[in-house]
């Protein structure tokens, strides 16, 4: 049976939630702004990236993306027809400073005023994330993520941003999944900017962890009744086979994948096990660092899209360990599988092992081949059927016990989807990239019907 001729799932109803939860979508900057030589913004991490032959599938950039920049008012008239209630989206560092010091950009301030004022006049509650991977150049020039100075520009950055948005944004996420950040785009190397160095890596994860823990007092100093937290992507961990090579891959890619940053996150420090692992890798801690990073937030945010496989590698670096790729059951045009159980399984883990306190869905959604009818529709039976399944999941997370607050589902638009380009589609709504029109996917409207229920 094919996936289109399935039977619809059983998914809940809004009542099954609290009156007061939150139902959004999510964005990032880089993704669909463009406007990437407009109004004094300078070049990104990704910028050049995408100019370096070879690191985009379709060798495209982000400097046009949706046009959002432009076309935001069209995007937020979409949302607010959906019914939702919260937009996430996230600020360009590089239109706000040109290098890590000095005066802010004035237009780039504006922009971000006008975008917030817009999303209130449709009440839409905004929830700013304050870094989404794109860092300035000249930064990275300066030595980027591992040098201890991009934390000051960070504060900087947090301060200009939080001072103009006080009166209006009260909740800010400090970062967006910090693993990406780091191992992907300074170990695996195909994000921005590209490394693939471990012991810069571990020292990227680290100055970034500190960032944070630094930027949550001065967001509450600067933002009355601020709610501040991190979104950080986990993935449930499964062992490739009941061996004991196996059960101990996995313990091993447990410790990097996900303590490395919730354990420090809740006081804990790094794993031991694990920082005997990675050696001489490890990063420079300064005195009074981890104290920082385990700074009291208002609530985590949580990135779900699916569980990972590991066996046992051999040479395989960091850790001799391998995520394997999905062999069976439904998977996206990822590559990812579609396991809607895994959510409720992590955000259970993550409750019981840190109580964390409130915790939001801040990412959760599919890619996969969309095809525009004759008649203008997208039938995109596939990403309702993954939306459906997993907000069941998410409602059997509450009923055991995990205290989420909200989903964002990823994400509102079709978009520039980092190192593959424009092949990828997420969006709840399709984006023609020739003429920049918008269509409300099926999947969409489901949402949108779903959030209208009484």
């Known amino acids: 049976m094919t996936t289109a ?23 990032s900057s880089y993704q669909i702004e463009g406007a990437g030589r407009d109004d004094g913004r300078v070049e990104s991490i990704w910028d050049r990236f995408a100019a370096t032959p070879g690191t985009i599938r379709d060798g ?41 010091g000095g005066a802010p950009n004035q237009k780039g301030l504006d922009f971000y005023s006008r975008l917030v004022d817009g999303m209130l006049e449709r009440d839409l509650q905004p929830w700013a994330t304050l870094y989404h991977w794109d860092l300035p150049q000249t930064l ?77 007092p001065l967001i509450r100093a600067n933002v009355p009744d601020a709610q501040v937290g991190m979104a950080v992507s986990l993935h449930p961990l499964r062992a490739a086979s009941d061996s004991a090579e196996d059960i101990a891959a996995k313990e091993r890619h447990d410790g990097l994948r996900y303590r490395w940053f919730l354990d420090p996150l809740f006081g804990r420090g790094y794993p031991e096990a694990t920082l005997s692992q990675v050696g001489a890798a490890a990063p420079d801690v300064a005195p009074g660092d ?82 525009v009818g004759a008649d203008g529709e997208i039938d995109d039976v596939q990403r309702r059927h993954y939306l459906m399944r997993h907000l069941a999941s998410l409602k059997a997370a509450i009923d055991g016990g995990a205290p989420v607050k909200g989903y964002f589902a990823w994400s509102l638009l079709d978009n520039f989807e980092w190192a593959e380009g424009y092949l990828k589609r997420f969006g709840l709504v399709h984006i023609d990239y020739a003429t920049q029109q918008r269509r409300l996917k099926s999947s969409g409207k489901w949402y949108g019907a779903f959030l209208r229920q009484a």
């Not at 992590?346 to 109580?355: A, F, G, Q, S, T």
């Open 5 to 27: 001729n399935r039977p619809e799932p059983q998914a809940p109803q809004r009542s099954d939630f609290a009156r007061d939860f939150l139902w959004g979508c999510a964005t």
């Open 290 to 371: 981890m104290d920082a990073i385990a700074v009291k937030t208002d609530f985590m945010g949580v990135n779900y899209y699916f569980p990972e496989t590991v066996a046992h590698a051999a040479g395989h670096a960091p850790l001799d360990t391998k995520v394997l790729p999905p062999t069976e059951g439904e998977i996206t045009a990822m590559g990812w599988p579609v396991v809607p159980e895994g959510l409720a399984e992590l955000l259970l883990r993550i409750e019981n092992d840190y109580h964390p306190g409130p915790m939001y869905v801040t990412e959760n959604g599919s890619a996969f081949d969309d095809v």
């Open 140 to 216: 990275q020039d300066a030595g980027g993520w591992e040098d201890r100075a991009t934390i000051d520009a960070f504060l900087d950055y947090t301060d200009a941003m939080t001072r103009t948005l006080a009166d209006r944004v009260k909740h800010w996420i400090t970062h967006n999944e910090p693993w990406c950040t780091a191992i992907i785009g300074n170990f695996e190397g195909w994000h921005a900017p590209g490394k693939t160095d471990l012991k810069a890596a571990l020292q990227v994860a680290h100055n970034v962890l500190v960032s944070h823990g630094k930027a949550v």
């Open 60 to 100: 495209s950039n982000g400097l046009v993306a949706c046009d959002h920049y432009h076309r935001w008012p069209e995007d937020f008239d979409i949302a607010r027809g959906m019914g939702l209630n919260a937009y996430r989206f996230s600020i360009a560092w590089p239109r706000i400073f040109s290098e890590g």
